[in-house]
DNA sequence: TTGAAAGCGCTAACAA
DNA sequence: TTGTTAGCGCTTTCAA
């Protein structure tokens, strides 16, 4: 038999809706009167119907976060952060995995949100114009993660700045041929990332007085094979790379991987470096520009519940105001060494 | 203003209760009266409020899954799986991470999960008598992933017998002196996995004659670092072993990085071999024995949702009857080889 | 096969 | 500060 607001009403002594108000912590209970209903609440091992408030409130005290995937690292990273903050202020995480292109378009048609969430977390999903204004529809605050959207909140790191840093630094180590492995394809919108890596990796060059060359920037995929790929396609080139700038750690890893395979010593012959701070960055000895995921996470989750409970509507009349610009550091390892004496 | 079912029975010209019966798919609505709903609910975008059929009928169409981390890579996986067998058949994820002690014990204090939840999906969590118990209450199917409880349906790999074969493949390679990194604390109780792959390792070798030296089990704590930490002890041993198996491609990972750092070729001097073929196996040239991650999470969701759905009620009145044991698979890479004639 | 109506277990006016 | 009461938007008897 569950046990429902009005016998912890009847034990203590006092009305359901007083129950309702002390069990919620709202002002206007008399400290006594609170503690009794606490004291009921706990001898009946009192849990309140989640539904029948929502229902009655119109609140879900539940935040949608929609992914691209669950199981990739910088994702679970993110969601760990999210997953804390959440849960210690009372709030459910419901999850939406959208993997590949059918149920992404069932998920934008049909927005299954709609009456579930308080808000919506988007991690680093490059969105259309319409999948966005489809979310703004929802009329909850929305936090995108990673992902730069005209008028809406965000948490990312200078993607830019980090790229530039990363390169001037196989620069200052006296490298003046500098491939860069990344994603080069037309970029889907609001997908800024890769856009801001490339650009910032050529603003260092020129900064150097060093003039880009675009046979030198070669398509990654982002994973550990394409960035194989992009290494051995810049290995074939007339005049190789002294350096590197992999866009992520996984296609250095690849990168790295590749170099051996060519009888090539890193850093000796050839430096790379990646971008992230990949769990396994640290052991492979990959120097990288390291992004703290979880915080991104963490600062989202807050970003949101912020906007929830101080009722602060901003952008499209629907999400809090401004969003957090992640710092990124450089980590030095095994894998940079100035250019061997030609 | 939201649309709500009355709008839709005043459209298709029905009452609310058929169209409740015709939107859920029950069998009782007449042919015509369904499509003229459905096209009613469709010309008014219309979604049901969950909140209000939770509460009406009793079922939250939600499963929660308890897992101590959500940012490592085997429950990332894991939960991959897990999402989207759930989400095709229309159920909420509700996630519960608990990665310290303090979330552990206000989750099993309080089980947050009562009401909001028709059934759990454990992931890999070591548990306590008293822990199990107390999800026991919650009366719910619940399906156990990567642990053995009794009573209980799981969904696991034969640990014993894939740390047989791994250990096996060293022997049959030409191994005589192997060791083993992994778990050898007493074990917490119902954690299943570190117990079993020592017994395999144990009985491979028994059965080849070769007597197990407590002298070569060491404590790897399923970590990278704790991984080279192990290796570095074994390579102390007077008389050190020329294979080793790790209970988990991460520690396996820090085994390799140790023996380079101590001047070993591996595999030429020293085999390694690890388990679970983790996502950067492959690109480490890592010898494993692999499991299949996200199957598991996909049988595991379907485990629960035939609970749920035929209403099959098993051990302890509760859950599925029974559960499945996914095969794993020795994949031989660069890591393992015949050891050097001494 | 369909409709009328009584809840599901809370919250939020409003009144006291 | 507390109580009374009318919903919240569905589902589910029960009757037709």
Same mark, same amino acid.
């Given at each position: ?10 034990l ?7 129950v ?8 206007? +209970?008399?400290t ?6 606490l ?38 990273q993110v969601?760990?952060?999210?997953e ?13 995995a959208?993997p590949?292109?059918?149920?992404r378009?069932r998920?934008?048609?049909a ?5 579930? +969430? ?6 680093t ?14 009329? @909850?605050?929305? @936090? ?13 790191i ?15 180590l ?12 037309d970029e ?12 910032g ?13 675009r046979s ?16 051995a ?8 790379p ?9 296609m250095?890893?690849g990168?790295v991987r590749e170099?051996h ?16 701070d ?5 052991m ?14 963490r600062?989202a989750?807050?970003? +949101? ?9 901003g ?8 969003g957090h ?5 450089l980590? +030095? ?6 250019p061997?004496r030609?």
């Amino acid at each position: 038999v569950p046990v429902g607001i009005d016998d912890v009403a009847a034990l203590a002594g006092v009305s359901t809706a007083t129950v309702s108000r002390a069990l919620r912590g709202l002002p206007n +209970v008399a400290t006594a009167t609170r503690a009794r209903v606490l004291d009921a609440a706990h001898a009946l091992d009192y849990v309140s119907s989640p539904s029948a408030s929502r229902l009655a409130s119109g609140r879900t005290f539940t935040v949608g976060a929609v992914t691209p995937f669950l199981g990739r690292w910088f994702f679970g990273q993110v969601l760990s952060g999210v997953e804390g903050v959440l849960r210690e202020n009372g709030y459910d995480l419901l999850l939406y995995a959208l993997p590949d292109d059918e149920s992404r378009s069932r998920f934008f048609g049909a927005l299954p949100l709609r009456r579930r +969430v308080d808000a919506v977390l988007v991690l680093t999903m490059p969105l259309s114009q319409d999948e966005v204004e489809s979310l703004w529809a929802l009329d @909850v605050p929305i @936090v995108f993660v990673g992902t730069h959207v005209p008028d809406g909140a965000s948490v990312l790191i200078d993607d830019l700045e980090g790229a530039r840093r990363a390169t001037r630094y196989l620069i200052e180590l006296g490298h003046r041929r500098i491939a860069m492995i990344g994603e080069n394809r037309d970029e889907p919108i609001h997908f800024t990332a890769p856009t801001a890596r490339r650009e910032g990796y050529r603003r260092a060059l020129v900064e150097a007085g060093i003039r880009p060359d675009r046979s030198l920037e070669v398509e990654g995929y982002f994973t550990v094979d394409g960035g194989g790929r992009a290494m051995a396609e810049l290995l074939q080139l007339p005049d190789p790379p002294t350096a590197v700038f992999a866009q992520s750690d996984e296609m250095a890893y690849g990168a790295v991987r590749e170099a051996h395979r060519a009888g090539l010593h890193v850093p000796d012959d050839l430096s790379i470096i990646g971008f992230d701070d990949h769990e396994l960055a640290s052991m492979l000895g990959i120097s990288t520009m390291a992004q703290q995921v979880p915080l991104q996470g963490r600062l989202a989750a807050r970003l +949101v519940l912020d906007a929830l409970e101080e009722g602060v509507m901003g952008n499209r009349g629907q999400g809090p105001r401004q969003g957090h610009v992640v710092p990124t550091e450089l980590v +030095v390892r095994e894998s940079t060494a100035p250019p061997r004496r030609s």
